[in-house]
Structure formats: C-alpha cells, structure tokens
C-alpha cells in the first residue's frame, strides 16, 4: 500500500491511529476491569454493592466471557454492513457511554454500564485489529512488526489504566475511577476522529456487502435483539427480574462450549476436508484445550488473585499503601518486558534446527503458568496463619504467568493461522475466540470458591488449579508424541486463503 500520510515509526502512517485508538479503549477497558469484583464485593458504606464473592466472580466470569463472545458477532456486522470504521467508531462512542453509566453513583444502572461495555467492545476490538492488517499489503514485510507495535499500545494502555483507575478508586472512589475509563476513552475517539484519514480507506467499506433485502433483514434481526436487551435491562433495574449469577454462568459455559464443539464437529465432518486437512484440525484441537484451560487459570487475576491482594497481602511501602488494581500491571509491565526476549529465542531455537511443536509450546506455557499457584499455595498458607503476606508473591505468580502467556498465546494464533484449512481459516479464527470466552467464565465460577471469610480454604484451592493445569499440560504434551506429524501435514495445503480477523495476542481480550 502506498501511503500518502507520512509514516509512523516507519509503519503506514495509519497504525498511527489505530495504535493510539487501541491505547486508551484498553485504558478505559483494563482500568474498569480491575475494580469490577472490588466493587461488587466491597460494602455498601464502602461505596460496593456488597454481593458475595461467588455472585461477583460469577458475574466477572460472564463478563469477560461475554466481551469475547459479542467479538463474532461485531466483526460480522463490519464485514457485511458497516465496515471496519464506522464499527470501531460506534464501539467507542457505547464503550464510553457505558463508563459514563458506571460513573453515575447509583447501583441500579450498573449491568446497564456492563451490558453497554460488552456490546461496545465486541464492535471495536476484532475490528480496529483486523484494520492493521488491511495497511499493508500481502507483500510487505512490516506486517509482523506493525503487529508487534500495535500489541505495545495495548499493554501501555492496560499499564496506563491500571495505575489512573487504581489510583482514583482509592483517593477519590469508584465512581470517580469508572469516570477516569469514560474519559479515557473519549481521548481514544477524539484522536481517532482527528486522524482518520490516515487510515486512507482502510475499513471504509465491507468487505462482503450484502443484497438491500438482506441488509433489511439483518438490521431488523440487531434491531430485535437490542430491543429485547433492553427490554431485560429495565426489567432487572425494576427490580422484576432477578437471576442466580453463578447458576447463568454454568449454564453459559456449557452453551458457549457446545458452540464451539458444534461449530468444530461440523467443519471436520462436513467440510470436504481431505485427510491431512483432519488431521491438521485433530493437532489445532489440542491448542484450543490448552488455551481454554489456561485462560482458566489466567483469569484469576482480576478476580481471586485481585481479593487476595486487597485482603491478605501488606500493601504499605513507608506511609503509602499501593492501590489493590497496581499489581494487575505487572502482567503488562512483564509482557513489554520479555516480548523482545522470547521473539528472538524462538527466531534462534529455529536457527540451530529445534522448533517444538505448537502442543509442545502450548502444554509448556499451561505448566508454567500453573507453577504461578504453586507460588500462591505457599503464599495462601501464610495468609492462613493470619500474616498479611509480602508484594512479591502476587509480582512472582504474575510473572510466571505472563512466561506461560507468552509460550501459548501468540503461538496458539498462529496455530490457528496455519493448521486451519485455508478455506476456514476465518471461520476458525473465530471459534478459537470461543475458547477465550469459555475460558473467562470457568475463571470466574472457580473464582467463587475463594471466600475471603474461609481463608483456610485457599491453600488447597490453588494447589487444585495448579495440579489439574499440570496434569492437562503433561496430557497435551503426551498427545503431541503423535499429533506433531500432523501439524506437519499443513505445509501440504495449498488451496487459497481468504481474508481472516486478525486477533491481539492477548485476550483481553481482545493483552
């Protein structure tokens, strides 16, 4: 692609935009997100809803997971109806207003601000991702680069979010913290707009329009179910529907995995694949048990992991306590850290001939980041005994989970790119989504069994977590013995590619 616009650290001057756009939505995003069960369990005089810890997880879990889910639905609308621009724009514009709800000191409009949040960023996050891809073209050998920079803008921005949203929550409250993200994000849409034309067409359009009667069609069918969203929203508000958080998100999980083991089963029965295809497909399995597992454990992060940092862990450094929210950056302080370090062992583990398999990298990265609740086990029992534990047990298991991040996420994307038959290799993208989804709300179901007032308890809990990831792991690792031969049968596909979403690393959702 020739630019006009000038460039942007040698990049189509467009990443520009989206690079700063990305920034401040995962501001906004990661500094709401990391003191969403704070709040929902934090007392009434606290200025929290005073839920219990499983009803809050429950709700996290379904939230996170549902970020996700509405990924597929919003880059379906930018590809047929109205394009990569305008879905990023409009996410925006709903992403803020739904901080903006969430800054309204009252405890009413709450899952209005989730619910809007949710539907905003399943608009912007596929879609500003698959514009960076669209800068260049299918020759140009930046693209991995771009990538690479465009994936630094997320984690300045969590880091950003997290210290700001932290930092507010305890001097000014919540409210003034949530208020922090919606302003954030305006200055991620204020710079987007400024900038726009240096996009130079990027996602101006969809890719696949569609006939005016299917148009019609499908807008009546978003406008039907924003309506009936709408219609459960007052309802809850009023008080006249209420639900069993913890028993929505079993029943969520089991139906997000039937979508994926339905979508999966028919894409290997019925595809016309040929036998290597199905094979390939058997290998990419394995990666996507891995990645629901570990998203699994990950995801405690913002949730037990983040109550035991607010309960049981001394936060005083000389007369300053450090926000609860802060130690959730260092997952993105370690990930700009380290990216550089495990870019070039794999580029020199290639060099001398040693390229393990995607299992085999992705069994390693679930173990690694199970060691990070042994380091919680230890910490746990201390907590038990009724000491308020040290900083770096929480800086040492966040440090060996971004390791574990960084052995299986990008390399489960790229599994997903070459081991997918190249006709579905969108659609594939896509129910890889899923296993981010299933992930997230398993976290949160698991999550509910850390009761703060049942501290005894947490020792044998996270030692659960880190023995059944390892035992997962080790099952992966043995079945790699056989499906490593069938990764290999994928340089043998030949047929053409069509155009696929291109993801972050990170799922965040989508770090």
Not at 123 to 143: C, E, F, H, T, W
Request: aromatic residues 14%; contains cysteine.
């Amino acid at each position: 692609m020739n630019s006009k616009t000038p460039d942007f650290l040698g990049h189509p001057g467009g990443l520009q935009t989206l690079f700063f756009t990305e920034m401040w939505e995962r501001m906004s995003y990661y500094g709401m997100r990391a003191l969403l069960v704070l709040f929902m369990t934090a007392s009434i005089q606290e200025q929290g809803l005073g839920i219990t810890v499983a009803s809050a997880t429950a709700i996290y879990g379904l939230y996170t997971g549902f970020v996700y889910f509405m990924g597929l639905p919003g880059g379906w609308i930018a590809d047929r109806l109205i394009g990569g621009q305008k879905a990023v724009w409009y996410g925006g514009l709903t992403i803020m207003t739904g901080h903006i709800v969430l800054a309204i000191p009252s405890n009413y409009t709450f899952f209005v601000g989730l619910i809007l949040v949710v539907l905003g960023t399943g608009l912007l996050k596929p879609n500003i991702g698959a514009m960076v891809g669209q800068l260049y073209s299918a020759q140009d050998s930046r693209r991995d680069a771009g990538y690479t920079l465009y994936y630094m803008g997320i984690n300045i921005g969590s880091v950003i979010g997290y210290g700001v949203c932290g930092y507010l929550q305890v001097e000014k409250g919540y409210h003034w913290a949530f208020g922090a993200a919606a302003v954030g994000m305006a200055i991620g849409l204020i710079q987007y707009r400024a900038t726009l034309h240096k996009l130079e067409g990027a996602g101006e359009k969809p890719i696949l329009e569609m006939s005016p009667k299917a148009q019609k069609t499908s807008w009546a069918v978003i406008g039907a179910f924003l309506v009936g969203l709408i219609a459960v929203a007052f309802l809850m508000i009023s008080g006249r529907l209420t639900f069993n958080p913890v028993t929505a998100a079993q029943y969520t999980a089991l139906l997000i995995t039937a979508v994926f083991l339905a979508y999966y089963a028919s894409v290997f029965l019925f595809g016309d694949l040929s036998g290597d295809e199905k094979r390939s497909l058997g290998a990419l399995f394995l990666v996507c048990i891995a990645s629901i597992c570990f998203w699994a454990g990950f995801e405690q992060a913002g949730s037990s992991l983040n109550l035991f940092g607010r309960d049981y862990t001394d936060r005083l450094v000389g007369t300053f306590e450090i926000p609860t929210a802060w130690f959730q950056s260092a997952n993105s302080i370690f990930i700009i850290l380290l990216s550089p370090f495990f870019a070039a062992l794999w580029v020199n583990l290639g060099k001398r001939m040693i390229t393990p398999s995607y299992g085999i990298k992705c069994a390693a990265g679930l173990v690694i980041m199970a060691t990070g609740f042994i380091v919680m086990f230890f910490a746990a029992q201390l907590a038990a005994s009724g000491l308020k534990v040290a900083p770096y047990w929480l800086v040492a298991t966040y440090f060996l989970h971004t390791v574990g991040e960084l052995c299986l996420s990008p390399v489960a994307l790229s599994a997903v790119s070459k081991l997918s038959p190249k006709r579905f290799a969108g659609q594939m993208m896509g129910v890889f989504v899923l296993t981010y989804s299933i992930g997230n709300v398993v976290a949160g179901l698991l999550a509910g069994n850390f009761d703060p007032e049942n501290v005894d308890q947490m020792p044998n809990l996270y030692l659960q977590i880190a023995f059944f990831s390892i035992a997962i792991g080790i099952v992966i690792a043995l079945f790699t013995l056989k499906t490593r031969k069938w990764e290999k049968l994928a340089n043998n596909f030949t047929d053409e590619v069509p155009p696929a979403k291109d993801v972050d690393a990170k799922p965040q959702p989508m770090n």
